[in-house]
């Protein structure tokens, strides 16, 4: 793995929102056969302050760093999923099962930090009845029964802008309460219900004017 | 539109970072036919202090605030837009035309910011020739002597996290600047290279801890 990443992260206040970081670069790290590591080497990869990913680490799991060599990756990695609940699957679906929602329905990483992307919902017949790997699509007016009865609490919103509020609407009135919105509409939704907005050419926009300033300096 | 957005934005701490923000959002109020939008509504949509915003666009922009009316929005967005050189289209390019290749190719938002997602780069042999709307898919073998030719300094990374960072070394090699990662792989690039990574499953999980722990408040 590379040793150090130059990317600034997200400010990120609490250790319910490292966490998954943690199990991210644990998993990584696993993968690529690292039997041991400290919390030093998991600061800096994350640009985090060694102390915080000590005190994190040892409020989420029962694992013990030991001297020198630091903690011990696969038991870490195993006490991280359970506290995450990343053995028990959430389940999401999603609307619009354009280009982009087909990317989410046959994305398997989602899987990997126990979110089941269910299903996707959309009104063109020709995708109705079809599948993406083994997620159905289903038609729009199914969407209501189908997020009551299943108890769905997210949704993916993949519809175009100018639908996306209607989307989001019945969204809510299903009982969702946290929505992953990639159309640019800034949405209306209950005090109660999360929003976070994926806007992919804003981001990539912003990294382009960093570049900028940066070339200027 | 909508009327007050719940989410929280990531800080943004310079008007660099803020500016392509009102850019959007002005854009999405001209489309919608709105013809003046006061400095606090703006702040208010966007959770930026009203005071900020009228400094942000008194800095760039020639337009005044009219009392008690605001902006009017259509020679705002054409001075910001200048401001920001979306006028002038930048270029990147695209290495990996899978399904999240293919939805970043035939995304219309880029060129709306100014960006120009000019080609796209596979080793496979069914893809090579074949084009995404008019932007085309080159062998990999081709990227370099293009990347240099076109002066590109914007690359994407599309591909499996396994050779992500081989991707990210020929863009470094060919004087890109600014990587935009997907793969979920943490590249190593020399300091002057700027690297913002989008794991839209990390993205999801995150999402999903920050709706179980207003759950549980």
Same mark, same amino acid.
């Given at each position: 793995?590379?040793?150090?990443?130059?990317?600034?992260?997200?400010?990120?206040?609490?250790?319910?929102?490292?966490?998954?970081?943690?199990?991210?670069?644990?998993?990584?790290?696993?993968?690529?056969?690292?039997?041991?590591?400290?919390?030093?080497?998991?600061?800096?990869?994350?640009?985090?302050?060694?102390?915080?990913?000590?005190?994190?680490?040892?409020?989420?799991?029962?694992?013990?760093?030991?001297?020198?060599?630091?903690?011990?990756?696969?038991?870490?990695?195993?006490?991280? &999923?359970?506290? @995450?609940?990343? #053995? %028990?699957? $959430? !389940?999401?679906?999603?609307?619009?099962?354009?280009?982009? +929602?087909?990317?989410?329905?046959?994305?398997?990483?989602?899987?990997?930090?126990?979110?089941?992307?269910?299903?996707?919902?959309?009104?063109?017949?020709?995708?109705?009845?079809?599948?993406?790997?083994? &997620?159905?699509? @289903?038609?729009? #007016? %199914?969407? $209501? !029964?189908?997020?009551?009865?299943?108890?769905?609490?997210? +949704?993916?919103?993949?519809?175009?802008?100018?639908?996306?509020?209607?989307?989001?609407?019945?969204?809510?009135?299903?009982?969702?309460?946290?929505?992953?919105?990639?159309?640019?509409?800034?949405?209306?939704?209950?005090?109660?219900?999360?929003? %976070?907005?994926?806007?992919?050419?804003?981001?990539?926009?912003?990294?382009?004017?960093?570049?900028?300033?940066?070339?200027?300096?």
């Amino acid at each position: 793995m590379a040793k150090k990443q130059k990317t600034s992260l997200v400010v990120m206040t609490s250790s319910r929102s490292r966490l998954p970081l943690y199990y991210s670069l644990l998993r990584q790290l696993d993968q690529e056969g690292v039997k041991t590591v400290s919390s030093a080497t998991i600061a800096d990869y994350l640009n985090i302050n060694p102390v915080l990913v000590r005190k994190d680490l040892s409020g989420a799991t029962h694992v013990c760093g030991m001297p020198k060599r630091g903690f011990e990756v696969s038991p870490l990695l195993a006490d991280l &999923k359970g506290y @995450l609940g990343y #053995d %028990k699957q $959430d !389940e999401a679906f999603l609307v619009g099962v354009g280009n982009l +929602g087909h990317t989410l329905l046959s994305n398997r990483g989602f899987e990997d930090l126990g979110i089941n992307i269910v299903a996707g919902f959309d009104n063109n017949p020709a995708l109705i009845g079809e599948k993406v790997g083994d &997620k159905p699509i @289903l038609p729009m #007016d %199914k969407m $209501d !029964e189908f997020v009551r009865r299943m108890g769905l609490r997210i +949704g993916i919103i993949t519809v175009p802008s100018a639908c996306a509020q209607e989307v989001c609407d019945n969204m809510v009135s299903c009982g969702v309460k946290a929505i992953w919105n990639f159309s640019f509409t800034m949405l209306n939704v209950p005090e109660d219900v999360l929003v %976070k907005n994926e806007n992919l050419p804003m981001s990539l926009a912003l990294l382009l004017q960093q570049m900028k300033s940066n070339t200027e300096q």
